[in-house]
């Protein structure tokens, strides 16, 4: 079994936007998957998969919330991938969710406000005897190819490793994921394929720091798929 965790120094930069999107993309490939939420108190990864379960959206995505990472690798030997959708708040827990996990990634923004605590946070797991190698970063929410050069050029200059492709700041993937959708399953094509480049991205480095050899990984990589239908219009709230 093959375990990611995804960790954020601060909530609201795409962290669990990615580890439900690789979740269902994933699924989709044929590999056996588990969400652990290990955010106890708000428990959004749940919350999300009872939107999905509700609306019956295929593939159907295997999600538990959990106390610890241990407590999750062990409810989930029998999967092919265990993923942990740490709190939003780094904490001592997150060295734990680090050590035991074949690649922690942790998405960013590209200003410095985002990166430079993210880039403190990673040097800290690496005194903590994390391996540089198991750390990534993903830019999500990025406003344009002019900023994602620059902030992937900072991070790598920071001597980490960046994950290609990136989430653009766009309103389609928060409504998609308000109705138990991924950001792979928008109504536009092109959000789409933006992506599931890095999903797949993420599932190629998979294979490179787990047990699983990189080319099996590679060989289940998820495909394009096309736009979701678009959603029905939602009533106001208040």
């Known amino acids: 079994m093959a375990t990611i965790a995804f960790v954020s ?33 708000q428990k959004t990864a749940v919350d999300w998969n009872c ?40 904490s001592k827990a ?11 990634v ?4 590209g200003t410095l406000d985002d990166m430079l605590p993210g880039v403190r946070e990673f ?3 690496l005194k903590a005897g994390v391996s540089a190698k198991r750390l990534a970063f993903a830019l999500t929410k990025v406003p344009s190819d002019v900023i994602e050069r620059e902030a992937r050029e900072y991070l790598e200059t920071a001597g980490y490793a960046v994950l290609g492709g990136s989430l653009l700041f766009k309103a389609a993937y928060g409504k998609a994921l308000d109705i138990g959708r991924a950001v ?4 536009h094509v092109t959000l789409n394929d933006q992506a599931l ?3 797949n991205a993420l599932v190629a480095r998979i294979g490179e720091e787990s047990d699983a050899p990189a080319a099996e990984a590679n060989r289940r ?15 106001a709230v208040g």
């Open 9 to 41: 120094q601060k909530g609201g930069v795409g962290k669990s936007a990615l580890a439900r999107s690789l979740a269902v993309e994933a699924v989709r490939a044929g590999i056996s998957v588990k969400i652990a939420d290990l955010d106890t108190q």
């Open 51 to 90: 939107r999905r379960l509700a609306a019956r959206m295929e593939p159907v995505v295997e999600v538990q919330a959990f106390g610890t990472a241990a407590q999750a690798i062990q409810a989930a030997s029998n999967f092919d991938l265990l993923i942990i959708d740490g709190p939003a708040r780094f």
């Open 94 to 104: 997150t060295a734990e969710i680090a050590k035991a996990s074949d690649l922690v």
């Open 106 to 109: 942790q998405p960013t923004g």
């Open 123 to 125: 040097h800290a797991l």
């Open 184 to 187: 792979t399953e928008t109504s």
């Open 197 to 199: 480049t890095l999903i």
């Open 221 to 235: 990589r998820p495909k394009p798929q096309k736009a979701a239908k678009k959603p029905p219009r939602r009533a």
